[in-house]
């Protein structure tokens, strides 16, 4: 039987490198810019969407992939008889996951849907940990199992810079954002099963450096940690700096740095940053 097919959103954290060496097939968002529709990964990169969005007069709007795209995709790789595992951002954000799913039902293939409960580089470690066990010829039960495993073992802290781009988006009020920005209010972030928690609040940078020295106390306590990633909006410094420091104590780790995409770009606004590691 052919091996499992792995599928992801363009959410992941994927490089360019580990998508061809694994063969992952990305489903792509779209986002509006002041009326033009772009499509991540084919008619817009992550670091023209930044440029793009700092110039908009509106806030822009991102949308997850047409029902139809799942279902084109899923028929053509489940063609030949492989198992398909989708593994999608989590449903928190965005309808992406719900969409695969309906997306399954509709498909002549084998879909098996999962959501990551997470997003970025984050998912990109289960699309990663799936693909790799995939090519061993393990069937999907052994991948959503590891799938799992990766997920309740991964940890997403992000830093918040600026909240225009929450109070333009309507997450927070807006008379609560002007005092907030007012005020040099910074937040942080942690994504836990699935969901945003506000976990940090304060004023100025030092709530960040005290958010970002928890991460670090978090990580030395860790037994073994797998892989980390360091993601970024328009703020390459921050992303390298916080790299630099995870050096410091794990100084053999590879840490892939990237910009962010548009749908965590649109709602964290520049600046922001994420760290995400996973133990095994």
Do not use: C
Request: aromatic share 4%; glycine share 8%.
């Amino acid at each position: 039987m052919p091996n499992v097919k792995i599928v992801t959103d363009s959410s992941a954290g994927l490089t360019e490198e580990e998508i061809r060496q694994y063969d992952i097939s990305i489903v792509p968002l779209s986002v509006m810019i002041d009326g033009t529709v772009y499509v991540e990964r084919e008619t817009i990169t992550n670091e023209e969407f930044m440029t793009k969005m700092n110039a908009a007069q509106n806030l822009p709007k991102t949308s997850q992939p047409p029902l139809g795209k799942f279902v084109d995709l899923f028929d053509q790789l489940g063609s030949d008889g492989s198992p398909i595992l989708a593994i999608m951002m989590m449903k928190s954000i965005s309808g992406t996951v719900d969409a695969a799913r309906q997306a399954a039902q509709l498909s002549n293939a084998n879909v098996t849907v999962v959501d990551s409960q997470t997003t970025d580089r984050g998912l990109a470690f289960q699309v990663l940990a799936a693909a790799k066990l995939a090519a061993t010829g393990a069937d999907v039960d052994a991948l959503v199992a590891e799938t799992i495993k990766v997920r309740d073992h991964s940890r997403l802290f992000m830093g918040v810079i600026t909240l225009d781009n929450m109070v333009a988006g309507g997450r927070i009020n807006r008379a609560v954002g002007m005092v907030s920005n007012l005020l040099n209010i910074k937040i942080g972030l942690e994504v836990i099963k699935g969901e945003i928690v506000v976990t940090t609040k304060g004023r100025g940078m030092k709530t960040i450096n005290k958010f970002l020295d928890e991460a670090y106390a978090d990580m030395k306590a860790a037994n073994h940690i797998a892989s980390v990633g360091v993601s970024h909006a328009g703020a390459p410094e921050t992303a390298q700096k916080i790299a630099d420091k995870i050096h410091e104590f794990l100084p053999d780790m590879p840490i892939v740095i990237r910009q962010t995409v548009p749908i965590i770009a649109t709602h964290a606004g520049q600046g922001a940053f994420a760290l995400h590691y996973y133990t095994d």
